[in-house]
């Protein structure tokens, strides 16, 4: 079955770094790229970051939204069926359930996403 697992969420002060994970299986995940998205309470799902598939004509190309560019890096680890987030310079705002997702082919957008993992808390206070 397919499954997309994040880790590594927590609680981190403000102006501080967390690196987040997620591990893919049940599918052929160098077909598809990876990305993150956000929910916090009372908002609605947003994109943070992609990375296209490794086998696309877009290899490695990456997106980001507007609110976490220049903050956020996200990548592909030496573990094909895994990415990351790395966050730095983090914000009360950024405090969401951090999910991670798979769509074919290479990133162009966030509107067209197949598969979802459960989410994993990240906090920002202090």
């Known amino acids: 079955q397919v499954q997309l697992v994040e880790s590594g969420g927590g609680l981190v002060q403000p102006g501080g770094s967390l690196r987040i994970s997620c591990v893919a299986s049940?599918?052929?995940?160098?077909?598809?790229?990876l990305g993150w998205f956000r929910q916090a309470p009372g908002n609605e799902r947003e994109g943070v970051a992609c990375?296209?598939?490794?086998?696309?004509?877009?290899?490695?190309?990456?997106i980001y939204a507007d609110s976490t560019q220049g903050r956020f890096t996200i990548s592909r680890g030496s573990a094909k069926n895994t990415v990351y987030l790395q966050m730095n310079s983090l914000r009360p705002e950024d405090t969401s359930v951090y999910y991670c997702?798979?769509?074919?082919?290479?990133?162009?957008?966030?509107?067209?996403?197949?598969?979802w993992g459960q989410g994993t808390q990240v906090t920002v206070s202090g």
């Open positions: 049940g599918f052929n995940v160098e077909n598809y790229a």
């Open positions: 997702a798979a769509e074919p082919g290479y990133c162009t957008g966030f509107n067209e996403w197949d598969y």
């Open positions: 990375i296209s598939s490794i086998i696309s004509s877009s290899s490695g190309d990456t």
